[in-house]
């Protein structure tokens, strides 16, 4: 099946999923949207009150600020694609609980296989979780680490940098030099012949998640 067949049907399973509770009381689940061909996948942390309106991720003021963030670096929403760990709305904001996060998780897996995407960027820590499950997002944000065969770089959430000044500008020096950055070694690795092919993990012989050297 072509990559947006599959995104649809997600994405419809997303509209109806009763998996855990937290459909109830919202207006929409929320799958997430952009370019089945996008070369970059940003994963939030679930959808908040403007996003359950809509069934669309980060349409509120983090989703400003999102988008401004895409624009300095020359990228519109449209040719990204943007998604959450949980698709719907947990109550009053709250964070997801492990057990919701484990119920979209499979949503989100079946995601990034469609559009095996050069790069992830994850913003946030339940995002950051899913790929570096010990790390602490203080010391690995703005580094890009090779995770199954992928880019993955690691963010402060966009609306946590709304809330702290020092963050905000941490997040716009992150955005402009490293995911360019990791988009030109994901490139580079790609022509090697040493990228968009993951590795199931059980056949893996290669290091755990490691830094890359120059970034
Ligand atoms: N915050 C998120 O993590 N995701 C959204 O979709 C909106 C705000």
Redesign the pocket.
Known sequence: MAAEELLKCIAEEVEACKKCALYRGTSHG?PGEGSAQAEVMFI?????Y??DRQGR????P??AFLNELLASIGLDRSTVF?T?VVKHRPPDNRDPLPEEIAACSDYLARQIEAINPKVIVT??RFSMARFFPTARIGQIHGQAKMVDGRLVVCMY???AALHKAELKQTVVDDFKRAIPAALAEAERLTAAGKLGTPKKQDDDDTPPPQQLSLF
């Not at 939030?44 to 908040?48: D, S």
């Not at 991720?57 to 509120?60: A, D, L, S, T, Y």
């Open positions: 929320v939030g942390e679930g959808p908040g403007h996003e991720p980060f349409v509120g983090a989703g943007i959450n913003l946030g959430h966009p609306a």
